[in-house]
């Protein structure tokens, strides 16, 4: 789908990131925020609000959403204040606690929600969320205390990517829906030894926690991030170490020591499978379209599950993902109120939903008509199984709201760190971890 950019917001939008390149410009700098010195605009009068991204030159969502809100209300024109994305939650908050951040800004994820909330640093936005659409994923993962503080715009979740090229090769059958995560196991070893002297292998693990924890939190019975009680990690991990040992998978060790990055792992065909976010469809189409990324067959299938109860296409498979929502800075001149609550509503609703699918962005929203605009894109799979991954899914959150959540994640960080580098066992790991969170946080 094409969107007209409106020569208004085109010209505010670069002169914002002018400003703000090298991130963090002061809300007064970006003609917008949480200052109290702004004269209120009269009734009808031209609207400007700042909306706080990151990474604007790569992350096209934010500046998608704010011409398409402003294509609807050309009297609101939405500037985009650049951060940091590796420092993002630090330095919004400590913007926020200075008077100088934005009027609105983005949840990048659920782990740093508690401290925004907690520190009175968000609009009451109920009024908003009780006219969302109830297909509206995550939406009540913002709920505290009986109010709404935030929207959800987005709602990724993790599934399967394979390449179906690549499968063919090794003579292994491509998923089906139907793996568990034992079946996974099989397939990367059997793609690894089918390649031969290939340099691909037979599946790729990022770095980070949430590719083993947020499966293992999600699918696991009784699992609770904040009992402490972390046993159910442990399967989750020996595969993971199997895996890595077996060398179907590239070590811990390498990734973080060489860099490696996911976008390149899967893009230039060195992994047959890959667990990832929604979020990559986008940036793998960028990548072959620009030719940082190899012209491929590939597809998504569910994530493998802990057993066969919820495999198949008549089930629904299991998965996590954190919403990404929108908030108000409580700061804002109060004439500007509405707009941002309009805006809100439109980035959580239909508008803003088929905006981002037409970039290859997941919305919170997958209505059938957004469903279509996604996979009209060209470059974007079209077989069933990929439709049915991305459709049909039980996500659950990879970071449950509550005061000790940031606390107990920073600790299984380490945790992550010490199995993978095998440091320590899985089991001393884990011990370790209950014992630190009995001391630090319990």
């Not at 009784?222 to 009992?227: F, I, N, P, V, W």
């Amino acid at each position: 789908m094409k969107r007209t950019i409106p020569t208004a917001a085109g010209a505010a939008a670069a002169v914002v990131l002018a400003l703000t390149a090298c991130s963090g410009g002061t809300a007064d700098e970006a003609g917008g925020g949480g200052g109290d010195d702004t004269a209120a605009p009269a009734e009808d009068e031209a609207v400007t609000l700042s909306l706080a991204g990151w990474s604007l030159s790569t992350t096209p969502e934010f500046q998608t959403l704010a011409d398409a809100f402003h294509e609807e209300n050309p009297d609101v024109t939405v500037e985009l204040q650049e951060y940091d994305a590796s420092e993002y939650d630090t330095q919004m908050t400590a913007d926020l606690a200075a008077g100088s951040a934005p009027d609105m800004y983005v949840l990048k994820n659920l782990k740093n929600f508690w401290t925004y909330y907690d520190g009175a640093q968000l609009l009451d936005v109920s009024d908003v969320t009780a006219e969302l659409d109830p297909a509206t994923g995550g939406a009540d993962f913002y709920e505290v205390d009986g109010a709404s503080w935030a929207v959800p715009y987005r709602q990724d979740s993790w599934f399967l990517y394979y390449n179906q090229d690549l499968f063919d090769e090794a003579g292994v059958d491509a998923p089906d829906g139907s793996w568990t995560w034992d079946d996974y196991v099989t397939a990367a070893k059997d793609v690894t030894e089918g390649l031969g002297d290939s340099d691909a292998l037979g599946a790729y693990q990022h770095s980070w926690q949430s590719v083993v924890q947020g499966f293992a939190l999600a699918q696991s019975e009784g699992a609770e991030l904040t009992s402490g009680d972390f046993g159910y990690l442990e399967p989750f991990y020996d595969r993971a170490v199997e895996l890595q040992d077996s060398g179907a998978q590239v070590d811990f060790g390498t990734v973080t020591t060489n860099q490696l990055t996911y976008q390149a792992q899967f893009g230039t065909q060195q992994a047959a499978m890959m667990p990832m976010g929604s979020w990559y469809v986008a940036t793998l189409l960028a990548q072959q379209e620009s030719g940082d990324a190899d012209e491929f067959n590939w597809g998504m299938a569910p994530i493998p599950q802990v057993d066969s109860s919820t495999t198949g296409m008549d089930a629904t498979p299991v998965t996590f993902g954190d919403p990404t929502g929108l908030g108000i800075n409580p700061a804002i001149d109060e004439a500007k109120v509405d707009a941002a609550k309009e805006f809100l509503a439109f980035a959580a609703g239909e508008g803003g939903a088929d905006a981002l699918a037409a970039i290859g962005i997941t919305p919170a929203l997958l209505s059938d008509g957004v469903v279509d605009t996604y996979f009209g894109l060209d470059g974007v799979p079209g077989d069933e199984l990929s439709q049915f991954a991305f459709a049909t899914h039980d996500t659950r959150p990879e970071n449950p709201v509550d005061p000790d959540t940031a606390a107990l994640q920073n600790i299984l960080g380490d945790t992550h760190s010490e199995i993978m580098s095998e440091s320590s066992s899985v089991a001393d790991a884990i011990a370790g971890a209950e014992d630190r969170a009995a001391s630090e946080v319990g």
